[in-house]
């Protein structure tokens, strides 16, 4: 099987910065996209940012210019860096991740347990 663990969340003040952290685990082959999704009260979960094996990436439009997702593959690990951060942002954050277990199979999505983020004052 395959986990996925986020850290990082927190409390930040408006226009303050946060680091999330994903760290996947478990009989890994590959692993293909990675991304960040975030779910608010009272509202569906969203994609944030996602990053292909090969660096390629793709950002929401409310987070575009403020928040960077990178990864490093050695690792099987997945950041966001958020910057300038906003209320808006308070959200739950999922670590969202297509592996393949052996080169065989299908590949399989996987998601975290989330880690919350709270931009308040």
């Known amino acids: 099987q395959v986990q996925l663990v986020e850290s990082g969340g927190g409390l930040v003040q408006p226009g303050g910065s946060l680091r999330l952290s994903c760290a996947a685990s478990?009989?890994?082959?590959?692993?293909?996209?990675m991304g960040w999704y975030r779910q608010a009260p009272g509202k569906q979960r969203e994609l944030v940012a996602t990053?292909?094996?090969?660096?390629?990436?793709n950002y929401a439009d409310s987070v575009k210019g403020r928040f960077a997702i990178v990864r490093d593959n050695a690792k099987n690990t997945v950041f966001l860096q958020m910057n300038s951060l906003k209320p808006e942002d308070t959200a739950v954050y999922y670590c969202?991740?297509?592996?393949?277990?052996?080169?065989?199979?299908?590949?399989?999505?996987?998601w975290g347990k989330g880690t919350l983020v709270t931009v308040s004052s």
């Open positions: 990053i292909t094996s090969g660096g390629s990436t």
């Open positions: 969202n991740a297509d592996v393949a277990l052996l080169p065989t199979l299908p590949v399989m999505n996987y």
């Open positions: 478990g009989s890994i082959f590959s692993i293909r996209a």
